[in-house]
């Protein structure tokens, strides 16, 4: 009967944080700042700041690609798409790579999927490889610092290490022919040697057109308070469930299962976009790697994001105030998981709740169509432009190699072919 009582109160709380946050948000606005420069970061405008030469590729490394499997446009590795795209009509690209700051290869290496819309990484190594071969001998820009000013969109699960699985991906490590671009990558974390130093940690690609279908209205209560739907355990490539989210999923499942204020399950509903508006707390553990679109989606949602993935590097780290928004939990303490989300004393929920329905950072994480300003497309931009100028390092001398074009597994030397 107490345990009764104790969940309706909870319910009842997140009822009403949801009608306070609801009416406060626009009143609280004015007071409510970010730390730091957060907010003038928001604003960045890239354009003058920066030009960008965009290679101009066979279609085999792109949109061909694309038209043999149409499927690459809404899977969460799709910004190398919309990025190409986006380039292309952008007023930061220039016709000129004299006067270029940077250089886009535009290659879509995660657009080879199984029937299941699952990514194969295996031939990616061997396409970018082809890439960069057929750009050092066509342009003369690469080999002026073998691709320190060069940058390439890799959003696979670790990056340009091109595996699903950490283990293997770490083995593998970051392609030696891209280890002096600049890698636009959603892998982030912290001592990982799939996470180039440098490299611009973006949002995995979620369909703003389609969450935008899906909002309620602000006033719907929030009557649920902690929930999650996703994998829990990868039965099929670990099926002893050793590896897969170094077993945070499994415990979630196991310790909270039957405890009446988590709403988690397997099954993807077909009101999944609603439940997170109904929801305070969205669950995002790691998975294969450390990020997933839910962190997105929570965002969007205006649901606080649990993120439970040890040392992990969040997108644009730099402008959104991730601490401010979301709550951290470490993978050990999962099982107390309850206990840390029930004690948050109600002020401080509140407040992410309120920070979280600034709509600058819903924008910073969205890939928009058409492109708005301050989007996900903007804040890469920024990202190169705080980059420069180039220094003195990046440009070689004549006749200097400092790439091993012969490393890394021999497979990877083979041809490819699309």
């Known amino acids: 009967m107490e345990k009764g009582i104790w969940v309706f109160a909870i319910l009842v709380f997140c009822c009403l944080v949801s009608e306070i946050d609801g009416v406060g948000v626009e009143q609280n606005r004015q007071v409510l700042r970010f730390r730091g420069s957060a907010s003038e970061a928001f604003e960045d405008d890239p354009v003058g700041r920066l030009k960008v030469f965009v290679y101009e590729l066979p279609s085999k490394y792109n949109v061909d690609r694309l038209k043999k499997d149409p499927r690459c446009l809404t899977h969460m590795f799709a910004a190398e ?98 280890r002096r671009a600049t890698l636009v990558q959603t892998f ?24 935008h279908a899906h909002l309620l209205p602000p006033d719907i209560p929030r009557s649920i308070f902690i929930y999650f739907r996703g994998l829990l355990h990868d039965s099929v490539n670990d099926p002893e469930g050793c590896y897969y989210a170094r077993g ?81 939990v470490a993978e050990k303490d999962i099982v107390k998981l309850d206990t840390i989300l029930t004690s948050m004393p109600s002020e401080d929920i509140l407040r992410k709740q309120r920070l ?8 910073s994480l969205s890939f928009s169509q058409p492109s708005l300003p301050g989007d996900a497309f903007h804040q890469v931009l920024n990202g190169l432009a705080r980059k420069l100028p180039h220094g003195s390092s990046v440009y070689l001398e004549p006749g200097e190699k400092v790439l091993d074009w012969s490393a890394g597994p021999v497979e990877d030397t083979y041809p490819w072919s699309q």
């Open 81 to 178: 798409i919309f990025m190409h795209r986006f380039l292309l009509s952008s007023p930061v690209r220039t016709l000129v790579p004299e006067e270029a700051d940077w250089f886009y290869v535009p290659v879509y290496p995660t657009c080879d999927l199984t029937k299941q819309g699952l990514p194969l990484p295996f031939q990616s190594p061997r396409m970018m490889r082809s890439a960069v071969q057929l750009v050092a001998s066509e342009w003369p820009y690469w080999n002026r610092t073998e691709g320190a000013d060069h940058f390439f969109v890799v959003p696979h699960d670790f990056g340009a290490c091109f595996h699903y699985q950490g283990e293997i991906a770490i083995k593998r490590g970051i392609l030696p022919l891209l």
């Open 188 to 211: 982030g974390q912290k001592n990982h040697v799939c996470l180039k130093e440098g490299s611009i940690v973006i949002p995995p690609y979620a369909s703003a057109k389609r969450m």
């Open 248 to 328: 945070v999923r499994t415990s979630l499942w196991l310790n909270f299962k039957n405890n009446p204020i988590f709403d988690i399950s397997t099954e993807h509903p077909s009101t999944y976009y609603e439940d997170m508006q109904r929801a305070v707390f969205c669950l995002c553990p790691l998975g294969w790697a450390p990020w997933s679109p839910r962190l997105v989606e929570a965002v969007v949602f205006g649901c606080i994001p649990v993120i439970i993935a040890d040392d992990i590097v969040l997108p644009f780290a730099d402008t959104i105030p991730w601490t401010d928004i979301a709550v951290f």
């Open 356 to 363: 979280i329905a600034n709509p600058l950072i819903k924008l």
